[in-house]
Nanobody, 120 residues
Framework: QVQLVESGGGLVQPGGSLRLSCAAS????????MGWYRQAPGKERELVAA???????NYADSVKGRFTISRDNAKNTVILQMNSLKPEDTAVYYC??????????????WGKGTLVTVSS
């Protein structure tokens, strides 16, 4: 069984920074891609950033240049450094991990989410 636990959310003023962390634990041999999604009130969940096991990254246009995703493969963790935060970044942030399961089928696991509120 695999669990993903996020931490680091909270309230921050516009222009401020937050660092989100997500740790995966359980029966894990390897992790393919890891990423962060977010869901604002009344909106669909959207991709924020993703990173492959080799370190290739992908960002939503709305966060390019402000957010940085990184991972520590030895610790099965993924980090989202968020700078120059804007009120429109307010959302629940979810981390995910794609982990090979039986017959090498990729299974996507999700954390329970952490709330980020950007407000003065």
């Amino acid at each position: 069984q695999v669990q993903l636990v996020e931490s680091g959310g909270g309230l921050v003023q516009p222009g401020g920074s937050l660092r989100l962390s997500c740790a995966a634990s359980g029966s894990i041999f390897s992790i393919n891609a890891m990423g962060w999604y977010r869901q604002a009130p009344g909106k669909e969940r959207e991709l924020v950033a993703a990173i492959t096991s080799s370190g290739s990254t992908n960002y939503a246009d709305s966060v390019k240049g402000r957010f940085t995703i990184s991972r520590d493969n030895a610790k099965n963790t993924v980090i989202l450094q968020m700078n120059s935060l804007k009120p429109e970044d307010t959302a629940v942030y979810y981390c995910n991990a794609d982990i090979p399961g039986p017959s090498s089928l990729l299974l996507r696991y999700w954390g329970k989410g952490t709330l980020v509120t950007v407000s003065s």
